[in-house]
Nanobody
Framework: QVQLVESGGGLVQPGGSLRLSCAASESIFTSNDMGWYRQAPGKQRELVARITTTGITVYADSVKGRFTISRDSANGPMYLQMNSLKPEDTAVYYC?????????WGQGTQVTVSS
């Protein structure tokens, strides 16, 4: 029922920056704990950042200090500011609620960090 659309990915050199955006068809961003996830080929999907209904943010150790999750309002969008990007950040990035049951997964947005 809820449609999630990720955007903002692309090809960037190591050390570069990208800002990902997540839009939703309903006002979900302050009524749910939300997160940014990523999945690389052959790897499990992992949570990289989350923001609670009260605005608390938590980051995976691998991105701590480099990524920032934020949201404009209950209507969105939600953002993931990605700085000092590394090749190991290469993955498809998705947004979704933090807890099960998840919304239907969007197509994600590809982030490729390479020289």
């Amino acid at each position: 029922q809820v449609q999630l659309v990720e955007s903002g990915g692309g090809l960037v050199q190591p050390g570069g920056s990208l800002r990902l955006s997540c839009a939703a068809s309903e006002s979900i961003f302050t009524s749910n704990d939300m997160g940014w996830y990523r999945q690389a080929p052959g790897k499990q999907r992992e949570l990289v950042a989350r923001i609670t209904t009260t605005g608390i943010t938590v980051y995976a150790d691998s991105v701590k200090g480099r990524f920032t999750i934020s949201r404009d309002s209950a209507n969105g969008p939600m953002y993931l500011q990605m700085n000092s990007l590394k090749p190991e950040d290469t993955a498809v990035y998705y947004c979704n609620r933090r807890w099960k049951p998840y919304y239907s997964w969007g197509q994600g947005t590809q982030v490729t960090v390479s020289s």
